[in-house]
């Protein structure tokens, strides 16, 4: 890390109201003092009250992380998605810029908008997601990303991996059955890959879940494409199925009828979506590893540097394994 960094990741760590303030106000907010952190652990997210106006949400970026060219990426598909009218809750633009800076501070700041997460037996409101991520890929599929990565095995599967078994969060006990059991993993994922074939990538949401998604009444919104990355479209849909297989099935029926209105789904990605639960699996332990140094995340995973984690961690693996070699979830075009 160079010293700029370090100066930065030290001012990250104390960031304090006072500095909130002081960066927003720059831009001619006039904040009331009411602070609410939001559920954000990768960058520090807040919801800032503002006199006299509804309250915005303030979005300061983790240093080191992104440089400003992929954050700027970033907000350039967020406002070509609300351009055409889906409901994503893009960067505001303010004195003709997104991307902000404040002291050793980067941030953007966002429209505050409620709401729940959406109801996954809710078969209408996943035909409403269908149609939403599909006129998400028509936009994703006009262009690259120049600054941002691609979610594939390696840097997902293979440096995740490589990382746990270099740290020692893992119990010495369990080391040897990781080491194997991860080995597995990414053999299976790689049969995966290769019955897929040669589908096609485009721009996406990249860690599109129930929790990125806010319903109001009949009011749908979208939010934090930080992890927007290039991938297979069916990345920006898996995470909407939950259960044993017999209750994704509708789930997935439901979500490519919406889906198919607005672009052609291949099939083929269907072999795809067991690895590319192994792989979120393998990157997030990883993800919280490399963290793990940030005291916000010791306060939200406290279970993480335990041995009943790493068990069930590698139960999960073994697990993907067996999923991984079932047929893929049946679908009728």
Same mark, same amino acid.
């Given at each position: 890390?160079?010293?700029?960094?370090?100066?930065?990741?030290?001012?990250?760590?104390?960031?304090?109201?006072?500095?909130?303030?002081?960066?927003?106000?720059?831009?001619?907010?006039?904040?009331?003092?009411?602070?609410?952190?939001?559920?954000?652990?990768?960058?520090?997210?807040?919801?800032?009250?503002?006199?006299?106006?509804?309250?915005?949400?303030?979005?300061?970026?983790?240093?080191?992380?992104?440089?400003?060219?992929?954050?700027?990426?970033?907000?350039?598909?967020?406002?070509?998605?609300?351009?055409?009218?889906?409901?994503?809750?893009?960067?505001?633009?303010?004195?003709?810029?997104?991307?902000?800076?404040?002291?050793?501070?980067?941030?953007?700041?966002?429209?505050?908008?409620?709401?729940?997460?959406?109801?996954?037996?809710?078969?209408?409101?996943?035909?409403?997601?269908?149609?939403?991520?599909?006129?998400?890929?028509?936009?994703?599929?006009?262009?690259?990303?120049?600054?941002?990565?691609?979610?594939?095995?390696?840097?997902?599967?293979?440096?995740?991996?490589?990382?746990? *078994?270099?740290? @020692? +969060?893992? /119990?010495?006990?369990?080391?040897? $059955?990781?080491?194997?059991?991860?080995?597995?993993? =990414? #053999?299976?994922?790689?049969?995966?890959?290769?019955?897929?074939?040669?589908?096609?990538?485009?721009? *996406?949401?990249? @860690? +599109?879940? /129930?929790?990125?998604?806010?319903? $109001?009444?009949?009011?749908?919104?979208?939010?934090? =494409? #930080?992890?927007?990355?290039?991938?297979?479209?069916?990345?920006?849909?898996?995470?909407?199925?939950?259960?044993?297989?017999?209750?994704?099935?509708?789930?997935?029926?439901?979500?490519?009828?919406?889906?198919?209105?607005?672009?052609?789904?291949?099939?083929?990605?269907?072999?795809?979506?067991?690895?590319?639960?192994?792989?979120?699996?393998?990157?997030?332990?990883?993800?919280?590893?490399?963290?793990?140094?940030?005291?916000?995340?010791?306060?939200?995973?406290?279970?993480?540097?335990?041995?009943?984690?790493?068990?069930?961690?590698?139960?999960?693996?073994?697990?993907?394994?067996?999923?991984?070699?079932?047929?893929?979830?049946?679908?009728?075009?």
């Amino acid at each position: 890390m160079t010293r700029d960094n370090e100066a930065a990741a030290l001012a990250y760590a104390a960031l304090q109201p006072d500095d909130i303030m002081q960066a927003l106000e720059a831009l001619s907010f006039r904040c009331d003092g009411r602070f609410l952190a939001l559920n954000s652990y990768e960058n520090r997210v807040y919801r800032v009250g503002i006199d006299d106006e509804p309250p915005i949400v303030a979005k300061f970026y983790r240093p080191a992380r992104w440089s400003d060219a992929a954050i700027l990426e970033e907000h350039k598909f967020a406002r070509e998605l609300f351009d055409n009218e889906i409901p994503v809750v893009a960067p505001q633009k303010i004195a003709g810029a997104t991307l902000h800076h404040s002291g050793q501070f980067r941030f953007a700041v966002y429209a505050w908008h409620g709401g729940r997460a959406p109801d996954l037996d809710n078969l209408d409101l996943s035909r409403q997601l269908g149609r939403f991520i599909a006129r998400i890929h028509r936009v994703g599929q006009t262009t690259e990303f120049r600054h941002r990565p691609t979610i594939d095995i390696d840097s997902y599967g293979v440096e995740s991996r490589d990382y746990l *078994l270099q740290q @020692d +969060f893992i /119990p010495n006990d369990l080391w040897p $059955a990781y080491e194997s059991v991860s080995t597995q993993v =990414l #053999d299976g994922i790689e049969a995966c890959f290769a019955r897929a074939g040669a589908v096609s990538y485009l721009r *996406l949401h990249g @860690d +599109f879940h /129930p929790g990125n998604v806010l319903v $109001a009444r009949d009011q749908l919104h979208i939010v934090d =494409l #930080d992890d927007a990355r290039r991938g297979p479209a069916v990345q920006d849909l898996w995470m909407f199925l939950s259960g044993d297989k017999i209750e994704q099935e509708p789930q997935l029926s439901a979500l490519l009828e919406g889906y198919e209105q607005f672009h052609d789904f291949d099939a083929r990605e269907l072999h795809l979506i067991e690895a590319l639960r192994s792989l979120r699996i393998m990157h997030y332990a990883a993800w919280i590893a490399r963290r793990w140094q940030d005291p916000a995340f010791r306060i939200a995973f406290p279970w993480f540097d335990t041995h009943r984690y790493w068990e069930d961690h590698v139960l999960s693996l073994r697990e993907q394994i067996a999923l991984m070699q079932e047929p893929p979830l049946a679908w009728s075009a």
